[in-house]
Structures are given as C-alpha cells and as structure tokens.
C-alpha cells in the first residue's frame, strides 16, 4: 500500500496569502497519478486537480498542482474566504487508491 | 448535471447487515466505473470499494475485504453496497463517487452527499 504524508496537518494563513500544501508518497508515483480534493465543512469533498497538476473542470486558475515520483504540491496562488477548508491528496498509481491524512487551512 | 446520491444509512447493532444505494443521473453511467470511499467522525477518508464500468472487476480495501460487497446495476444506473459483519469501526459517512474511467483505478470526480452509518450496541 503507498502511504501518502500530508505535514503539517494544519496551516495558517491570511485571505490573499499564498499556500502551498505538501504531500509524500511512501513510493515513486511512475505516472503521477495524484489528486487534490478539497472538503468544507459538512461537505463532500470535491476534485481539484488530478493527474498531478490538471486542474479539473471549473476549479479557478488560483489552484495548481505540480510534483513528481514521491514530492507533491498544491498551491493557492491568493487565498479567497472561502479556501480554507480540509484538503485531500489521492494516488491512483498502486494497486489500491490511498488518501493522505489531510491538511487544514485555516484563517 | 451529473449527480450521485447514496441512501440506506442507518444505526445498526455490530454484526448487522446493511445495504447502501446510490442512484446516478446525468452521465453515461456505464461507461465508468463507481466508487465508495467513507469517512469516519471527525478523521479522514478511506476508500472502500470499486467496481468497473460493465460490472465485471470488483476491488476492495483489505479493512471490508470478505465481509462488504459492491454491486451495479447499469439498466438502472445504481450502484449498491452490501455490508455483512458490521463492525464498530464501520461507523461512517459513506459516500458514493464517480470514477473518471471504467476500470476503477482513477481518481473520483463527482461525489454524493453521503449516508451515514452507525455501528453500535
């Protein structure tokens, strides 16, 4: 099973700050199969960015991903109000898909 | 507008059986395969089960391997998950997620609200 690390577990920032979120992979992602999803509170999560840094339809230019092999970034180029939620990364390069432990963003 | 939407949730004693639904509209449901991922009180998300986009391979996390079992049912567009041997670790919100390919392998592009359940005496 690949292990993904997301640290720290909680970041913060002010609104129109830059973030950059990490995330590690136990192993090499040879195709870099990685996604970013985002969840709000008492909501379901919702697909950012998947192939690594593809951002997915209707996501604003202001989220991009990029990485390789086991380092992954997601950044927030200006944070808006309402970007600080939970943030998940996903590998779909194993056999089975694995989530990392997610990384908050808070004001 | 593509949408999911999961029911059947509910508060079962451990060791109950419980069958989770999902009813899937606006995309060509049997071109791609379908997921369930759930999340327990207050952590992160684990993915529970897939199925490809005919029905014909089925994947499982090791933690339901053997006990839940994923089914489709492409005429009608749903997609169910059977869940035999409850445990209090079960206890989660279950969500129901489109898998942007057939194969079941991808990354999981549209989520429903999610079912809750409960496992506990």
């Known amino acids: 099973e690949i292990v993904l690390t997301q640290s720290p577990g909680t970041l913060s920032f002010s609104p129109g700050e830059r973030a950059t979120l990490s995330c590690r992979a136990s192993q090499s992602l040879t195709r870099s199969y990685l996604a970013w999803y985002q969840q709000k509170l008492g909501q379901a999560p919702r697909l950012l960015i998947y192939?690594?840094?593809t951002r997915a339809t209707g996501i604003p230019d202001r989220f991009s991903g990029s990485g390789s092999g086991t380092d992954f970034t997601l950044t927030i180029s200006r944070l808006e109000p309402e970007d600080f939620a939970v943030y998940y990364c996903?590998?779909?390069?194993?056999?089975?898909?694995?989530f990392g432990g997610g990384a908050k963003v808070e004001i | 507008e593509v949408q999911v939407v999961e029911s059947g949730g509910d508060l079962v004693q451990p060791g109950a059986f419980l069958r989770l639904s999902c009813a899937a509209s606006?995309?060509?449901?049997?071109?791609?395969?379908m997921n369930w991922v759930r999340q327990a009180p207050g952590k992160g998300l684990e993915w529970v089960s897939a199925?490809?986009?005919?029905?014909?391979?089925?994947y499982y996390a090791d933690s339901v391997k053997g006990r839940f079992t994923i089914s489709r049912d492409n005429s009608r567009n749903t997609v169910s998950l059977h869940m035999n041997s409850l445990r209090d670790e079960d206890t989660a919100i279950y969500y129901c997620?489109?898998?942007?390919?057939?194969?079941?392998?991808?990354?999981?592009?549209?989520w429903g609200q999610g079912t809750l359940v409960t496992v506990s005496s």
């Open positions: 199925i490809s986009n005919n029905g014909g391979s089925t």
């Open positions: 996903q590998q779909y390069d194993g056999s089975a898909p694995t």
């Open positions: 997620a489109k898998d942007s390919g057939w194969s079941g392998h991808s990354n999981f592009d549209c």
């Open positions: 192939a690594a840094s």
């Open positions: 606006g995309f060509s449901f049997s071109s791609y395969a």
